[in-house]
């Protein structure tokens, strides 16, 4: 698809003048940039590091085509052959401690059944060990370990017997982790309304349970020596708990540190009642860092932001480590467990930089910086520091920091594409504005190139998923909307005034930011926030006021629906990518009773899409993946029913045997290109 451009409009002042009020949009500009030349950007994502040495090694999807690439330092290699964009994804990648070799998981087409595979660090045809995810190798490097159907199995790396049944238990198994000597495996026992943190012991073949109780135990970290398992205690779920609960007071998470000989374990401290009383945790599964000096680090909403703390395994109080109107959102401890380096928006609040902090306590330590966001922070064993960066038009890329900070080289720059169209990228403008509660909020705001003056647009407003989610001024570290920020930069490559929002209940603004009591199903109190954004709009210079729509996908399906039903004088046309429309069908059909009281469930109604029907005038188009797991099909179904019962005009995009977000890379160009297409027709001048 050819990029757009402004038409051309004679010298004619009537002419100009009806362009100024109508909004022109761009029209195909040969030899430009089309929208598969944009989506080409290659998304990278979980980097590890080798135990020793420099390699380091990430997932990188090229256009649907998912594979492990390697770097020892320099430029890097493909490790894996799979080259078909056919929907299939790879995984909890891991070195041998030699790092000479890489476990991986690899999930089938159907994004169900998954693979365990090993693969040489030089290359070479990966060899598969057998069926399961979450592969840990063992500290000796002879075994690796995983999950399957809830259970463990394991297979020995030189392939010398087939892969066994290790360890059956009740429940579901989750996360193993090796003893740092190999003679122990710990994991999570999962048991729906509790979980129990579990020993197996080879040598014994002997199952203990650590201080087993009612609570819902998980995130087990070792202490360096072995002789302990530190793990965080969550309250247990009560059988009358429902979805419209969740900001109900909860009893306070707690830490625990347990004897690896006797399993008896004691509480070494609890949050406090109130604010911070609920875990909000990190990204990823290691939320306790064992360092040295028998220091435990953990995040913390002690004061409604999210922080690093520091705790004597013994016990005792907890020391801040990174002060401040800041939230930390991912962590990894330095290979010589003295420091914490970690990612937040210190110093600029809608972007990702890296920092480090010493485990002991002082200053933190700004690491990287700029008008790019950096994520993904991987210490390496000689000091050194593997992370991802993305600019606003430059595609993601795998950089690799010095120890002492003095340079950072890139490492992938063989994953982007030649043809690759930086120069059609915006750079977005960082813009603020108050709801009418006076609640202040965040967004980028994307301009078509070359824009004239008086020159008005058509525009669209963007509501990511999540809730908890917070779009960036760059290339994002979610998959999901590593897409939908090429596609707000496509619209803008056509001639519209694109703007992120970063609506409330959304992170990294704080605990009262995310946690509003009156939010989606409570009352839908974010209507407000896509009120004040298109009153924004429509007072820019740039914007034709009366040609404004508004799109997003899941959580952010459901603000558009809820837009379109209660403001369709304000938003022209939608695009509803499988969102939510009725809350009270969607919580009882997934827990297969009704939930809730009377009055919940009224309000529950009353904050859905559906209930605003009599007002939905707008077009909108509906695109959903009819296996989506997280928010049934048949919200999609149901509304595309009542809408045609009320005469409004309806489109949809089913894509079949497609999830929550589309596995294969075609059926994201057609769900993009369906909806660039359908604001054309909805939001250009007549």
Same mark, same amino acid.
């Given at each position: 698809m050819n990029r757009a451009r402004i038409c051309l409009l004679g010298f004619s002042l009537c002419m100009l003048a009806a362009a100024v009020v109508s909004g022109a949009v761009r029209t195909a500009e040969e030899g430009a940039p089309t929208l598969?030349?944009?989506?080409?950007?290659?998304?990278?994502?979980?980097?590890?590091?080798?135990?020793?040495?420099?390699?380091?090694?990430?997932?990188?999807?090229?256009?649907?085509?998912?594979? #492990?690439?390697?770097?020892?330092?320099?430029?890097?290699?493909?490790?894996?052959?799979?080259?078909?964009?056919?929907?299939?994804?790879? &995984?909890?990648?891991?070195?041998?401690?030699?790092?000479?070799?890489?476990?991986?998981?690899?999930?089938?087409?159907?994004?169900?059944?998954?693979?365990?595979?090993?693969?040489?660090?030089?290359?070479?045809?990966?060899?598969?060990l057998g069926e399961g995810d979450s592969p840990a190798v063992s500290p000796a490097g002879d075994r690796v370990v995983w999950i399957k159907g809830g259970q463990m199995w394991w297979a020995p790396l030189d392939h010398s017997w087939q892969a066994e049944l290790l360890v059956e238990v009740w429940g579901n198994c989750t996360g193993p982790r090796w003893s740092p000597d190999g003679s122990r495996l710990c994991f999570v026992t999962d048991r729906e309304d509790h979980s129990f943190v579990a020993l197996y012991d080879l040598a014994t073949h002997s199952l203990t349970y650590l201080a087993p109780g009612v609570?819902?135990?998980?995130?087990?970290?070792?202490?360096?020596?072995?002789?302990?398992?530190?793990?965080?205690?969550?309250?247990?779920?009560?059988?009358? =708990?429902?979805?419209?609960?969740?900001?109900?007071?909860?009893?306070?998470?707690?830490?625990?540190?347990?004897?690896?000989?006797t399993g008896e374990g004691r509480?070494?401290?609890?949050?406090?009642?109130?604010?911070?009383?609920?875990?909000?945790?990190?990204?990823?599964? &290691?939320?306790?860092?064992?360092?040295?000096?028998?220091v435990l680090v953990f995040s913390w909403e002690r004061d409604g932001r999210q922080h690093l703390y520091a705790l004597l395994a013994s016990g005792g109080t907890p020391r801040l480590?990174?002060?401040?109107?800041?939230?930390? &959102? &991912? +962590?990894?401890?330095? *290979?010589?467990?003295? *420091?914490?380096?970690?990612?937040?928006n210190q110093d600029d609040p809608d972007r990702r930089h890296l920092w480090t902090v010493p485990v002991a306590g002082g200053v933190p330590h700004r690491l990287t910086g700029g008008s790019a966001c950096q994520w993904s922070p991987t210490p390496l064993a000689?000091?050194? #520091?593997?992370?991802?960066?993305?600019?606003?038009?430059?595609?993601?890329?795998?950089?690799? #920091?010095?120890a002492g900070g003095e340079r950072s080289s890139i490492l992938s720059a063989a994953l982007v594409p030649q043809d690759f169209p930086a120069a059609a990228f915006a750079e977005p403008e960082l813009v603020s504005f108050p709801a009418p509660d006076g609640l202040e909020l965040h967004?980028?705001?994307?301009?078509?190139?070359?824009?004239?003056?008086? =020159?008005?647009?058509? *525009?669209?407003?963007?509501?990511?998923?999540?809730?908890?989610?917070?779009?960036?001024?760059?290339?994002?570290?979610?998959?999901?909307?590593? =897409?939908?920020?090429?596609?707000?930069?496509?619209?803008?490559?056509?001639?519209y005034v694109a703007l992120s929002l970063?609506?409330?209940?959304?992170?990294?603004?704080?605990?009262?930011?995310?946690?509003?009591?009156?939010?989606?199903?409570?009352? +839908?109190?974010?209507?407000q926030d896509l009120l004040a954004a298109a009153q924004y709009l429509r007072k820019r210079p740039e914007v034709d006021r009366e040609r404004i729509g508004l799109w997003g996908p899941s959580y952010g399906g459901y603000l558009t629906a809820l837009g379109l039903a209660r403001a369709s004088n304000l938003f022209r046309a939608g695009v509803d990518w499988c969102g939510i429309h009725d809350w009270v069908l969607a919580f009882d059909?997934?827990?297969?009773?009704?939930?809730?009281?009377?009055?919940?469930?009224?309000?529950?109604?009353?904050?859905?899409?559906?209930?605003?029907?009599?007002?939905?005038?707008?077009?909108?188009?509906?695109?959903?993946?009819? *296996?989506?797991?997280?928010?049934?099909?048949?919200?999609?179904?149901? #509304? +595309?029913?009542?809408?045609?019962?009320?005469?409004?005009?309806?489109?949809?995009?089913?894509?079949?045997? =497609?999830?929550?977000?589309?596995?294969?890379?075609?059926?994201?160009?057609?769900?993009c290109r369906a909806t660039a297409d359908f604001f054309d027709r909805h939001l250009r001048a007549e």
């Open positions: 598969e030349q944009m989506l080409s950007a290659p998304y990278l994502a979980e980097l590890v590091a080798a135990p020793g040495g420099r390699s380091v090694a990430w997932i990188a999807n090229q256009q649907g085509r998912c594979n #492990l690439w390697i770097s020892d330092g320099g430029e890097a290699r493909r490790l894996t052959p799979y080259l078909r964009d056919d929907g299939t994804w790879l &995984e909890s990648a891991v070195f041998t401690p030699d790092g000479r070799a890489l476990v991986f998981a690899r999930s089938k087409t159907d994004g169900k059944a998954k693979e365990i595979w090993l693969v040489a660090a030089t290359g070479g045809d990966p060899v598969q609570d819902r135990d998980i995130a087990p970290a070792w202490s360096p020596d072995g002789s302990s398992v530190a793990f965080v205690r969550l309250p247990g779920k009560r059988l009358d =708990e429902t979805p419209y609960d969740w900001l109900r007071p909860a009893f306070p998470w707690s830490i625990w540190v347990a004897d690896v000989a509480a070494i401290w609890q949050a406090d009642p109130g604010l911070g009383s609920r875990l909000k945790g990190l990204l990823g599964p &290691e939320q306790l860092f064992w360092g040295g000096g028998d480590l990174t002060p401040g109107a800041f939230d930390i &959102e &991912e +962590a990894a401890m330095a *290979a010589d467990r003295k *420091a914490l380096v970690y990612s937040s000689d000091g050194s #520091l593997a992370y991802i960066q993305a600019e606003a038009a430059r595609a993601p890329q795998v950089l690799l #920091l010095e967004g980028q705001l994307f301009l078509p190139h070359g824009l004239r003056k008086g =020159e008005r647009c058509p *525009a669209v407003l963007f509501l990511h998923g999540g809730p908890a989610r917070q779009m960036l001024p760059a290339f994002h570290p979610m998959e999901f909307y590593h =897409e939908t920020y090429i596609l707000n930069q496509y619209l803008a490559s056509r001639g970063n609506y409330r209940r959304g992170s990294m603004y704080g605990a009262a930011f995310r946690d509003v009591p009156s939010g989606g199903f409570l009352g +839908a109190s974010e209507f059909r997934r827990a297969g009773r009704l939930e809730g009281t009377p009055k919940q469930r009224r309000l529950a109604f009353e904050s859905s899409p559906v209930a605003g029907l009599e007002t939905w005038r707008s077009p909108v188009l509906l695109i959903h993946g009819d *296996a989506d797991s997280d928010v049934p099909f048949s919200q999609t179904v149901d #509304l +595309a029913q009542r809408l045609r019962e009320r005469g409004v005009h309806v489109e949809t995009l089913v894509l079949p045997d =497609e999830g929550h977000a589309p596995a294969i890379h075609a059926n994201w160009v057609r769900a």
